[in-house]
C-alpha cells in the first residue's frame, strides 16, 4: 500500500516537473513596439512589463523599446510611466519570434503637472511650485524692509510706494481697499494704530506664516469686501522642535519660548516683546517733536493640534499696547503746535480647524474675535505747549478726544469636495459682527453691522494643460441693509514646459468706510470690475510674469456735494517681474515694473483726477546673497516711483476747485541689511544690521496745505533714514536659521 | 492521502520556483545596479526592480532597490529635474513603505528629501530640512543600530555651513558611528540594504 502511494506520488512529481520543464526550455519571443501620449509626443523612461512576470523593457529616448520573454499564450503587457494613466494591452505569445505593440498613453492630471490658476496672484511659499514666486525666507532678508510683511509685498509688481500711511495701495485702489486674511478670516486691523503722515507696521511677525498669497485682483469667491487686494496669509502648523528665544536691540527687547509635544502632535507657545523708541530718537533726530515717547507692548500665544484624521486645530491670539505723543508745527499758524497723542490696545483672536471628513470632503472652519481701541487726544498748542483755543474754526477743528472702539465677531466655514481627478468644488459662508462706536469729543456714535455672505466656487481641471475657477459670492450688509452678487471667473492654458497663460475677471464689491458711515448709512456697494491677463514662464530657479489688467470703478463714495456712491474711475496698466536664483551663483536677485495709469472721481474731487497715492511708473530691485565663508548675508533692495500727484482742493461757492495742483519728486529709497550667524556661549545668534534710505535721498509723499492755500508743506517720512542693530539668540538646539526667519 | 499529497507536491514545486525566481530575479537586479555606469544603467535597473517589485506585489525590497537607483539618476544625471526624478522617487519608495516601515525606508526618505533641498537651499531648507529631520529621527526609532542612518546624515552635514549647526566635525562623529555599527552589522537577507560602508570610509577621509 505504502510502496504503491509512493509510486504513484513520484509519477505525479513527475508530471509536476514535466509541467515546468517546457516552460524552462521554450524560445523566448521579442516584444517591440513605441510609447507616446495623445499629442503623439515620445515618452521616454515608460516602464514595460508583461504582467505577472519580471520580463519587461525602458522606451528610450525615441520612445521605443524592445526585450525578450518567455512568457507564452495569453498575456498582458503594461505600460507605465509618470504622469500618464497605466496603460494594458492583451496578447498572444505564439510561435512568432517579434511581436510589435504600440502604446498611446493618456494624461493623468495632477496636481504636479497641472496649470495653476495665476491671475493676480503672487503665492509666496512653498506650497504649490508653479506659482511660488517669494519663499517666507525672502519677508526676513529682504533689505531695508526691516521683516514687515507690507515692506516686502511692496517690491512686488502692482503695489505703490506710499510712505505716507499704513497700507497696500494696488493697482490705482486705495489702502483700505485691500485687505488681509488669517488662516481664511478677515483681519480688521492689520496695522498698528494710525498716526498722521506717518506709515505703520503690520502687527504679524512674518514668523508666523508659512505662505503668503499677494493678490492683485481676481481673486477666490471666499473673499470679499475688497476691491483692490487680497492678502492671503495660512499660518504655520506645528513647529520643529521646542525653542527659547531672545532678543535684543537699541529699539527693543524680547523674549520666546515653543514647546513642541514629544510626538510632535502639539505645540503651544507665546512671545512678549517691548519697544521703547526713546534711546533711538535720542541719537537718530526725529522731525516731530515727541511729547510722549513711542512704546509698545507685544504678547502673542499659540496651541496647535494634529487631530486623528489627519486635520489640524490652531488658535493664535496677539495683544498689543501702544502709547505715543507728537507734536508738529501747525500750518495755518506757525507760532502754533498740533500734538497729537494715540493710545491704542488691540486683542486678536484666531481659532480655525481644518479637517478630512473622509469621501473626499475637507471642511474649514474659522472663528475670529478681535477688539481695538483707540484714544486720541489732538490739541492746538501754544509755544508753551498749552492747550488753547483761537476763536478760528478751521484751527480749532484741530482741537479733539476721539475715542474708537472696533470689534469684530466672525464665523467662516467652507467645504471641499474633490469630484473626479483633482477638480475640486467648494462652498461656504461667513457671518461677522461689527460693532463700532466712536465718542467725539462728547458725540457718541455706534455703528453695528450683520455681515453675512455665502460663497461657492469650483476648481476645474479640464486636461493638464487647461483649468478653470469659477465662482459667485452673495453678501449683505445690515448696516446698510444692501445686498449683492459677484461673480469670478478665471482660465489657465499651459502653453508650454512651465509657461502658462490666465485671464480673470471678476467683480468685487466693499461697503463704505466707517468715517462715512457714521454720518450717513445711505449708501450702497462701491464695486470694482477687474479683467486681468497673465503670461507666466516658470523654471524651478527663474520666474518671468507680464501681466496687463483693467479695472473699473462705481459707486465710489463721494462726500461732496451730498454724500453718495456717485463717484466712478478705472485704472489700467501693465506689470513686469523676473527673479532669477540661477545666473549668478549665489545670487538671488529680482526685479518688479509696474505702469499704472488711473482716474478716479471720488470724495471731494471736482472730476476725475490721477488719485494722490497712483505714481505712473513703479520699480524695484531686490538682490540677496549669502557668504557662507563669513556666515554672512547681504541684502539690498533699492525702490523707484515717479512723482505722485497733489492736490490743493478748495470750496469755492457750490463746488470744490484745484487752487494748485502739482506733481511730487522722484521716490528713490535703497535699503541695506546683512545678517550674521554666530554663536555666543551657549546660545546660537544672528546679528542683524539694517539701514532704509542709504542714499539719503529726500522723500517727498505730498503736501500739506493751509486752510487759505497761501501755505503749503512737503510730507516727508518723520527721519531721513532708520537704523537698525540687533542680537537674536536661541538656545537648545541651533535655529540659527529659523531665527533669521523670526526677526530678522 | 495521495490527492493530498498531490497538492502538496505541487504546492511545494510551484512556490519553490516562485521563490527562486524571486531570488534570481533579485539577484540579476543586484548586479545590474553594481554594473551600471550611466544615469540610463541605472534607470533600467530601477525600472528591473520596479517589475519584480509589481510582480511580486508583497516585498518591499524591490520597491526599495527601484526608489533607490531612481534616486541616484538624480546624481548621476547633474541635467536631471531633480523635483520630478524626487516624485517618482517617492512614489516607489510609498509602495515599500506601505509594505514595511524600516530604518531603511526612513533613510531613503531622508535622501529624498535632501536631494529635493540642494535644488534650491536658501529657501528650501526649512521645508525639505524638516522632512530630512523627521525622517532620521523615525529611522532611529525604529533601529538605531542601523549604519546608514548615521551615514546619510553625515553626508548631509558635511555640506551644511558649520555656522548652522553643520561642517566637517559633526559629520565625522557621525561617520565614525556608522563605521563602527558596519563592523557589527548583519544584513537580514542576502537581498536586505547592506550599502554604504565603502562611502562610509570615502566620507571620514573627506572629513579629516
Known sequence: MFALSKQRAMKKWMVALLSIVPFLVQAQVKLTGSVKDQKGRILAGANIVVKGSYDGGVSDSTGHFSFKTYEKGKQVVVATNMGNKTMEQEIIIDTTPVINIDFVLKEEISELKAVTVTAGSFEAGDKKKAATVLSSLDVYTTGGANADISAVVKTLPGAQQVGEQEGLFVRGGAGYEAKQFIDGTLVNNPFLASVPDIASRGRFAPALFKGTIFSTGGYSALYGQALSSALIMESIDIPERSEVSASISALFWGAGLQKVAKNKKSSWGGNYGYTNLAAYFGIVKQKPEYFRMPQFHTADLNFRAKTKTGGMIKYYSTFGASDLGLRRSNIDDPALKNAFGLHNTNWYHNLSWRDNLGNGWKMNLGLGYSIDVNKIDQQIQNQQNQKITTGQPWIDNNNFNLNTRSDLSQFKAVFDKRLSGISVIRFGGEYMYFYNRSTYNNFKALLPDHFKALFSEADLYITNDLAAKVGARFEHSSLINKANIAPRLSLAYKTGKGAQMSIAYGEFYQKPENTYLYNTTNFGYSKATHYIANYIKNTTLQTFRIEAFYKKYDGLVKTYPVLNNAGAGDAKGIELFWRDKKTFSGLDYWISYSYLDTKRDFLNYPKELQPTFAANHTASFVMKRFISKINTGFNFTYSYATGRPYYNLQQSGAQYVIADQGKTIDYHNLGFSFNYLTSLGKAYAVIVGSVTNVLNSKQVFGYNYSYNGARKEAITPPAPQFFFLGVFLSWGVDRRQDAINNNL | ?208
Request: overall charge neutral.
Open chain 2, 1 to 208: 492521502m495521495k490527492q493530498i499529497i498531490v497538492i502538496l507536491t505541487m504546492l511545494f514545486a510551484g512556490q519553490l520556483m516562485a521563490q527562486t525566481k524571486y531570488e534570481s530575479g533579485m539577484q540579476k537586479g543586484l548586479e545590474q545596479f553594481a554594473a551600471a555606469k550611466s544615469a540610463e544603467d541605472m534607470a533600467a535597473a530601477s525600472a528591473f526592480f520596479e517589475r519584480i517589485a509589481d510582480a511580486e506585489k508583497d516585498k518591499w525590497l524591490p520597491y526599495y532597490y527601484a526608489a533607490y537607483t531612481n534616486h541616484l539618476t538624480g546624481w548621476m544625471n547633474p541635467k536631471a529635474d531633480k523635483d520630478k526624478v524626487a516624485e517618482k522617487s517617492k512614489d516607489l519608495l510609498g509602495k515599500a513603505e506601505a509594505l514595511e516601515k524600516n530604518a531603511d525606508t526612513y533613510c531613503m526618505r531622508q535622501m529624498i528629501a535632501i536631494q529635493q533641498l540642494t535644488v534650491d537651499g536658501m529657501s528650501r531648507y526649512q521645508t525639505y530640512g524638516a522632512i530630512a529631520a523627521q525622517a532620521i529621527e523615525d529611522a532611529k526609532k525604529a533601529d538605531a543600530n542601523n549604519p546608514r542612518i548615521y551615514l546619510v546624515e553625515a553626508q548631509y552635514m558635511i555640506n551644511v555651513p558649520a555656522a548652522f549647526g553643520g561642517g566637517k566635525a559633526v559629520a565625522k562623529k557621525l561617520v565614525e558611528k556608522s563605521l563602527e555599527l558596519y563592523g557589527t552589522y548583519k544584513p537580514a537577507s542576502p537581498f536586505h540594504p547592506q550599502w554604504g560602508k565603502d562611502q562610509a570610509t570615502q566620507l571620514l577621509a573627506a572629513c579629516q
